[in-house]
């Protein structure tokens, strides 16, 4: 499960050089905030320059300014809105718009959803006409203690979006956002999570994404799952940027392809298929997967810190990439995996004192690292 990477900022805040700095940090999206029905062409063009997408944010005048008007009737908007996608922009975004007006601005272009700062389901009452939405933000502020309610918020919402995936709106750093174990532990109960949309410029600079508790939380986002370089909600996600290995592993009823790209990432897909699913993950080395009884997917890489990672997919979602146990790689070198049983994993690997060290997942556990005897010279 990788993720997409959003950051939201006022219009004032987005030229050629914010859009530059965030493009470098691994952003594919940037979420545009507007008071009018402007088309706001320069911010467009800075953004598409830099390979990003763009979204309009248009909540404050299509429904602040209509009075918090569910039932607004948007369609005098429309040559607003036909200006607005003829400019660039890819989707249009807001909150508390009503069956009438989704349909009005989903005529034009993909509208995203969401919902709002207190927690209340977009998708429970009046606003359970949504399913042509393209996208699901659940909520706008996190706490720890309110993780149950977002959690039941999540699943309504996979039950009636379209094309669910979660976007984490990190407004205001609150506890559950600084606590990124905490975090963590939310983003996998939720499943699904394929958006982060870094809230962070629609009161100050954009570029504050950079500063803290911002960067942790983008660090910490990108070693654990990465940084996927397709938007999520769409259909054909695009292949690796270039394919440098590619291992095929097979069960007693299919096979799945992994490749590894020139950006590092592990990309899979089912073995004959068209369509690459991105994975994640920044990679010294080329993957070594396997597979297992009931779908079971393991794949595994060196990362920059020269450890040994994971990734697994039970239930045909993957959970991102962890530290194997804490195993030590010499550079130039792949792991290798195996199984004796057909349940239990044994993994090789070269470490950076060059002998060779195995481990054993036994039961759901790591055994502990064993050193060989033998010792590999270059």
């Known amino acids: 499960m990788a993720i997409w990477l959003e950051v ?5 805040s987005i030229n050629d050089a914010s859009c530059q700095r965030l493009a470098a940090l691994g952003a594919r999206g940037v979420h545009c905030v507007v008071p009018d029905m402007g088309t706001y062409q320069a ?13 309009l944010d248009i909540e404050v005048p299509l429904w602040v ?8 009737d948007l369609s005098p908007y429309l040559p607003q809105l036909k200006a607005q ?3 660039g922009w890819s989707y249009f975004a807001a909150e508390g718009i009503g069956r009438a007006g989704v349909a009005t601005i989903g005529s034009v272009k993909p509208y995203i959803n969401y919902g709002d700062e ?8 009046q606003y359970n006409h949504a399913p042509n939405a393209h996208f699901a933000n659940l909520l706008e502020s996190y706490h720890k203690d309110a993780v149950p309610a977002y959690l039941q918020s999540a699943a309504a919402a996979k039950a009636n979006c379209k094309n669910f995936g979660l976007t984490l709106m990190m407004y205001n750093p609150s506890d559950l956002e600084q606590d990124t174990t905490a975090l963590i532990n939310y983003i996998n109960q939720v499943g699904g999570v394929q958006d982060v949309l870094m809230w962070t410029g629609v009161v100050t600079d954009i570029l504050s994404v950079f500063n803290q508790p911002w960067a942790n939380i983008v660090s910490t986002l990108k070693t654990k799952y990465g940084f996927r370089t397709d938007a999520p909600w769409t259909t ?6 270039a394919v440098t290995f590619k291992e095929i592993v097979m069960t007693q009823n299919c ?9 590092g990432a592990v990309y899979h897909k089912p073995y004959g298929g068209s369509t690459w699913e991105p ?16 779908g079971l997917l393991d794949v595994f890489g060196r990362g920059t810190n020269s450890v040994l990672y994971r990734n697994s997919q039970v239930g045909g979602h993957w959970g991102g990439w962890n530290s194997a146990s804490g195993g030590l790689l010499y550079e130039g070198t792949k792991p290798t995996v195996g199984s004796r049983d057909g349940v239990n994993l044994e993994v090789l690997v070269i470490g950076t004192d060059k002998a060779v060290w195995r481990n054993k997942f036994v039961g759901n556990i790591w055994l502990g690292w064993v050193r060989e005897d033998t010792l590999i010279r270059k």
């Not at 911010?43 to 979204?55: A, F, L």
């Not at 096979?255 to 950006?263: K, P, R, T, V």
């Not at 994975?279 to 009931?294: D, E, F, N, Q, V």
């Open 255 to 263: 096979a799945d392809e992994f490749a590894w790209g020139s950006d």
């Open 279 to 294: 994975l994640g993950g920044i990679l010294t080395s080329a993957p070594a997967a396997i597979a297992r009884p009931g």
């Open 8 to 12: 939201g900022g006022s219009a004032s």
């Open 65 to 72: 300014n209509t009075g918090f008007n569910v039932n607004a």
């Open 85 to 87: 996608a003829a400019a």
């Open 118 to 125: 207190n927690g209340a389901n977009m998708y429970a009452g």
């Open 236 to 241: 054909t996600p695009v292949p690796p940027p």
């Open 43 to 55: 911010q467009i063009n800075s953004i598409k320059k830099y390979g990003m997408v763009g979204t």
